[in-house]
């Protein structure tokens, strides 16, 4: 397994039940706060907002806490967050990048730091780690819901670039400016997608030994479970082995 989501697959075949719901949530009611005050409250009109509610309704998130979030931004009460970008290496040189938003800019650049330096890895500057990515568009589904040759050819003749298929569902990427408009081809033919987002993609990916591996996953998982750390996305490749026993 390789690339930005494999901890994200891990994760999940781990099962939800291992998650903190009230965290999750109030992950998710930040971004569509801040998502809703940065642009029109209406997610048809505002392409970052419509991505953070498909985030939380595919997290089962009740819909009373999505509005009470969009209310929030509208009436003006809501906290003032920053927007951050982290970059780092973790263990084996693994490029980290860590997206944050916060209320107390060195709050979170202490405990980021901390958190790299603890892992064996180090926080690096802006930039510094980046450029071995590509800033793309990113829609995926269940496997459920099309064949991989179905998804595939639809994604394409709606503009997609690539589309990486597998037992964890479809994963579609576009350039970032063709994002919305794939999105909402492929929501025409085969319904609403569990995401539709900016994602950080590596270039490539850098393997790491096992103890390298469990030790950079827990450095994500730390990260993860940090209240202002909103994601995460790391250029590694474990073995399969490691991930099942990770997944157990």
């Not at 998650?19 to 801040?34: C, D, G, H, N, Y």
């Not at 994604?155 to 990427?173: F, K, P, Q, T």
């Not at 576009?174 to 492929?186: F, G, I, N, W």
Request: net charge negative.
């Amino acid at each position: 397994m390789a690339g930005h989501s494999q901890f994200k697959n891990i994760m999940h075949r781990k099962g939800r039940q291992d998650a903190v719901r009230s965290k999750l949530f109030s992950k998710l009611a930040r971004e569509i706060t801040v998502s809703a005050k940065l642009g029109l409250p209406d997610p048809g009109m505002n392409p970052r907002l419509r991505a953070a509610m498909l985030a939380a309704r595919a997290e089962n998130m009740p819909k009373d806490n999505i509005e009470r979030a969009i209310k929030k931004a509208i009436g003006g009460d809501a906290e003032n967050y920053e927007e951050i970008r982290y970059e780092g290496y973790g263990p084996g040189g693994v490029a980290v990048i860590v997206e944050v938003l916060t209320d107390n800019r060195n709050r979170t650049a202490s405990d980021v730091r901390a958190t790299f330096t603890k892992s064996g890895g180090n926080l690096a500057e802006t930039g510094a780690v980046s450029f071995m990515f590509n800033r793309v568009g990113a829609v995926e589904y269940d496997a459920k819901a099309a064949s991989a040759d179905e998804m595939f050819e639809a994604a394409i003749e709606a503009g997609a670039e690539d589309v990486v298929s597998g037992e964890n569902g479809h994963e579609i990427y576009t350039t970032q400016d063709s994002l919305r408009e794939v999105a909402k081809a492929l929501e025409a033919k085969f319904g609403e997608p569990r995401k539709a987002a900016l994602v950080w993609k590596p270039q490539n990916t850098v393997s790491v030994d096992d103890e390298q591996g469990e030790k950079l996953l827990r450095l994500i998982e730390t990260l993860e479970d940090h209240d202002d750390v909103q994601h995460v996305y790391a250029n590694f490749e474990v073995s399969d082995a490691l991930v099942a026993r990770v997944s157990a």
